[in-house]
């Protein structure tokens, strides 16, 4: 009689250790199953098209075609006087916008992450290299002002200064592109005195439809490209790279 009640006193002691162990178990597991399906969800969404990566664009990929050669000494420098990047509001590498709907827009970007200025000259840079010239390039700050970005290229000893000025640039796509643009370009000699100069401003729609990311970014480099050829093809620009300064 008395092991039996031990017998039932062992059995009821192992049915109360396995009955508080079990809930302990079941959330354990209940857990792991919860943080797998988080993040599985977090994979999911990650794969839909309104979490898709930032925009870009790879402007640092155009290449320009000048209408001149030489061996000269250049140095290159670009100023963004953008409104909206000497504010604070948008962030030198930002070049556009992609709106999806009429409420829903992303900013486009370069593909570099570099300033948008930075990407512009060192596709001039790119350009005079092959043209044959020797170029340095210089990083402007946005605070600075044109005569201080002109005597760190004159530090240089570059016999032509080239700077180029980014007052607006701007792509706008929703169901096609449009390009917002006010460039100008300068060229001077060592002493400072003003050779040679164009301006290009505007507003061009873009002709293919941009549903595509490959087909809005095509689009957007030929239009730099564009702009710049044509600000170097101007006659009093061509003339100063023509004769030594």
Request: glycine share 6%; net charge neutral; charged share 25%.
């Amino acid at each position: 009689m008395r092991a039996s009640r031990i017998l039932e006193s062992n059995a009821y002691m192992q049915h109360e250790v396995q009955r508080r162990r079990t809930p302990r178990y079941y959330t354990g597991v209940r857990r792991t199953h919860g943080l797998a399906a988080l993040l599985s969800a977090v994979l999911v969404l990650a794969t839909l098209p309104g979490c898709a990566s930032a925009p870009r664009v790879a402007y640092d990929e155009v290449q320009i075609n000048l209408p001149f050669v030489g061996k000269e000494h250049v140095a290159v420098a670009t100023l963004d006087e953008r409104p909206s990047v000497k504010s604070g509001e948008q962030a030198p590498a930002v070049t556009g916008t992609l709106r999806s709907d009429a409420e829903t827009s992303a900013p486009v970007s370069t593909a570099t992450g570099h300033d948008f200025a930075n990407d512009v000259s060192d596709v001039v840079a790119r350009g005079l290299g092959r043209s044959g010239y020797r170029v340095d390039t210089l990083t402007a700050d946005t605070t600075q002002s044109r005569e201080q970005v002109f005597e760190r290229l004159h530090a240089t000893g570059a016999s032509h200064l080239v700077l180029l000025v980014i007052h607006e640039w701007q792509t706008v796509t929703f169901r096609n592109t449009e390009v917002r643009y006010d460039l100008e370009l300068q060229v001077r000699n060592a002493a400072g005195a003003l050779q040679g100069e164009s301006k290009r401003r505007g507003s061009d729609q873009l002709p293919e439809a941009h549903e595509d990311s490959d087909a809005r970014q095509r689009a957007s480099q030929r239009a730099l490209e564009q702009k710049l050829n044509l600000l170097f093809a101007e006659p009093r620009v061509v003339a100063a790279f023509d004769r030594e300064l």
